[in-house]
């Protein structure tokens, strides 16, 4: 039941309390009077029995629709609001109207300050976050090239041992010869891409002195000479804190390394644009897709990806549909300091 219908539904119950309370007041005022002679009387052509009821409920109706319509336009100018708050925008609504509904509206303009000064706040701290990484790069490397060495003796060599033994039976006999050719290929073929994922994270942690579009078409440019994909991109050119850049670079990393080693993509977008006060990193691919909640619990690079735009004041939202693809998107709010906003 909506707010309109529950209105109406009050508007015809107090019309109907109120012909009773006057109709039994009435009975008790004039006890001389009957029921057959108020039949009798008429008002406007209708027997006063009619008419008062069918006024009575014609008004409750009239006012239930009112205040319905009054009621429902202020809570959609509160949901407005509030909606306004979750997309992280700056709150425009017109205060007009009773007192308690711009109690409610400044209640909400404050928290979304506060949640602007969270972001504010985040923001920084992954700034200075990553100009304090500058310091502790070598650290960073070494641990990058040991988790590497790990990976490539857990994936890639042992993809490449099970090839030696297929190249091995193929030298001691002639059958179904080139059947196991193509297992060899496929294989070497994964071992390829599962290398190429895994180089990514050789790369440096931070930008080191580029921007991040200069970082992501640098990286995009190298990866489509080495893979067999058709990697697309559309950067646009605008200023950032270092924090944001750094953290946006390692998710492109990751979900790019991702798509190597796992969806078995042709063909992979990236886009980084800015609109409305956000600044938006997209990457899609049309592989074989994944199950989201299944791989969010139990993927230390999904929980990372998820993290890194949380520090920065952001979302990531992720869509796999199996055999179509998957896209990710991250929306991180580009806010002003109070100094800049007052010039």
Known sequence: MNIIQRQIGWGILVALFVFFVVTLSFILSFPSVGFQELWKRNLMDIPILLFIPSLSLAIGLVFGIVSGLFWKKQFQTLDAALHEVEEGRNLDIDE????????????????????????????????????DQENRIQEIISQERNRLARELHDSVSQQLFAASMLMSAINETNEHESKQLKMVEGMIHQSQLEMRALLLHLRPVALKGKTLQEGIEELLIELSQKVT????????????????EDHLFRILQESVSNTLRHSKATEVEVLLIKRDGFVILRVVDDGIGFDVEESKAGSYGMQNMYERAVEIGGTLKIISVKNKGTRLEVK????KKKDEAND
């Open 96 to 131: 007009e109207g009773f007192e308690d509904k711009k109690a409610i509206l400044q209640r909400i303009k404050k928290i979304q300050r506060q949640m602007s000064e969270q972001v504010l706040l985040s923001q920084k701290l992954a700034n200075e976050k990553a100009e």
């Open 229 to 244: 994909m058709e990697i697309h991109w559309k950067v646009e050119d605008f200023p950032l804190n270092k924090g944001v």
């Open 332 to 335: 991180v709010p580009i806010l």
